[in-house]
């Protein structure tokens, strides 16, 4: 993350923009580390892992390689639908993320084979779907691919913005740099000052400030509880708010540093069947991990 405007002088930046050549890998470390420690979950784990290298080789390879970046933030303001279509050059990004990628299921590789198979007019249908968060049942297993090829793009398009001025103030629960939702809330140490929160972005991984202990949903303050899993990571819990009934898993990265947001939000997928049984509706997106409505 980008700290290097609010290390000794004055207050904390108030976004924090992405670093993509340390984003992915570090994920992918995080995923491999969670695999092991959630054998449950461990299968899907290890396949994000597995695209989280890809995208770091991706990010990594030369500049020429690399596609045209679209005004992302520019394309959710004006007509998320339209502009969306000036992003066609991600079908190229898509095919190279998973091309030669073989899984061990079955079911996996069925949606490899319809990635590869894609045309321009299905990715265009399959990032829509992501970014206005209407993913339709049958295309569940593909998006995560498209995820992370977007992410690609958006990635590499945040990280070259000003965190001082990425662009006018939106609603807070909405990425200032590219209008994306936000995964959970991160408390991290900024500077000298421990425990700021900032909301993770699951697009771009942009962080931007957020008040502590204050419904993501209502804004209120009042009826906010935190509740985690027992024998999981005490660093990761989930804010609920009894206002509304939304909840936001929350990340205490200065207990746990090697959390990431969107890997430990899959690994932590029992507390949320824990809370939609209390009935808390969950407000985080995260686009590695979408769920067929109904499931
Ligand atoms: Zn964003
Ligand atoms: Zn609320």
């Given at each position: 993350?980008?700290?290097?405007?609010?290390t000794?002088?004055?207050?904390?930046?108030?976004?924090?923009?992405?670093?993509?050549?340390?984003?992915?890998r570090?994920?992918?470390?995080?995923?491999?580390?969670?695999?092991a420690?959630?054998?449950?979950?461990?299968?899907?784990?290890l396949?994000?892992?597995?695209?989280?290298?890809?995208?770091?080789?991706?990010?990594?390879?030369?500049?020429?390689d690399?596609?045209?970046c679209?005004?992302?933030?520019?394309?959710?303001?004006?007509?998320?639908?339209?502009?969306?279509?000036?992003?066609l050059?991600?079908?190229?990004?898509?095919?190279?993320?998973?091309?030669?990628?073989?899984?061990?299921?079955a079911?996996?590789?069925?949606?490899?084979?319809r990635?590869?198979?894609?045309?321009?007019?299905?990715?265009?249908?399959?990032?829509?779907?992501?970014?206005?968060?209407?993913p339709?049942?049958?295309?569940?297993?593909?998006?995560p691919?498209?995820?992370?090829?977007l992410q690609?793009?958006?990635?590499r398009?945040?990280?070259?913005?000003?965190?001082?001025?990425?662009?006018?103030?939106?609603?807070?629960g909405?990425?200032?740099?590219?209008?994306?939702?936000?995964?959970?809330?991160i408390?991290?140490?900024?500077?000298?000052?421990?425990?700021l929160?900032?909301?993770?972005?699951?697009?771009?991984?942009?962080?931007?400030?957020?008040?502590?202990?204050?419904?993501?949903?209502?804004g209120?303050?009042?009826?906010?509880?935190?509740?985690?899993?027992?024998?999981?990571?005490?660093?990761?819990?989930?804010?609920?708010?009894?206002?509304?009934?939304?909840?936001?898993?929350?990340?205490?990265?200065?207990?746990?540093?090697?959390?990431?947001?969107?890997?430990?939000?899959?690994?932590?997928?029992?507390?949320?069947?824990?809370?939609?049984?209390?009935?808390?509706q969950?407000?985080?997106?995260?686009?590695?991990?979408i769920?067929?409505?109904?499931?």
């Amino acid at each position: 993350m980008n700290l290097a405007a609010g290390t000794e002088a004055g207050p904390p930046p108030a976004i924090l923009l992405p670093k993509p050549e340390r984003l992915f890998r570090q994920r992918a470390r995080r995923l491999r580390d969670l695999a092991a420690s959630v054998p449950g979950l461990s299968g899907y784990l290890l396949l994000m892992a597995e695209l989280a290298e890809r995208q770091a080789d991706i990010v990594d390879a030369p500049a020429s390689d690399r596609s045209t970046c679209t005004d992302w933030r520019r394309a959710a303001e004006d007509n998320p639908v339209g502009a969306l279509r000036r992003s066609l050059a991600l079908t190229a990004v898509l095919k190279a993320l998973v091309q030669d990628f073989e899984a061990s299921s079955a079911p996996v590789n069925q949606t490899l084979a319809r990635i590869v198979g894609a045309s321009d007019a299905d990715v265009e249908t399959w990032v829509i779907e992501l970014r206005m968060d209407q993913p339709a049942p049958e295309d569940s297993a593909v998006l995560p691919f498209v995820a992370a090829a977007l992410q690609i793009e958006l990635v590499r398009w945040a990280a070259e913005r000003s965190a001082e001025n990425p662009g006018d103030p939106t609603e807070p629960g909405l990425c200032p740099v590219c209008l994306g939702g936000p995964v959970a809330s991160i408390l991290r140490t900024v500077g000298d000052t421990p425990g700021l929160r900032y909301l993770h972005c699951g697009f771009c991984a942009s962080e931007w400030p957020y008040p502590r202990i204050q419904c993501i949903q209502c804004g209120s303050g009042e009826h906010i509880a935190y509740q985690g899993i027992e024998g999981a990571d005490p660093a990761i819990r989930a804010e609920t708010c009894d206002a509304c009934h939304v909840y936001l898993k929350r990340i205490d990265r200065d207990k746990s540093p090697g959390a990431d947001p969107l890997a430990d939000d899959i690994a932590t997928l029992s507390l949320d069947v824990l809370l939609n049984e209390q009935g808390y509706q969950r407000f985080g997106f995260n686009p590695l991990m979408i769920i067929p409505v109904g499931a």
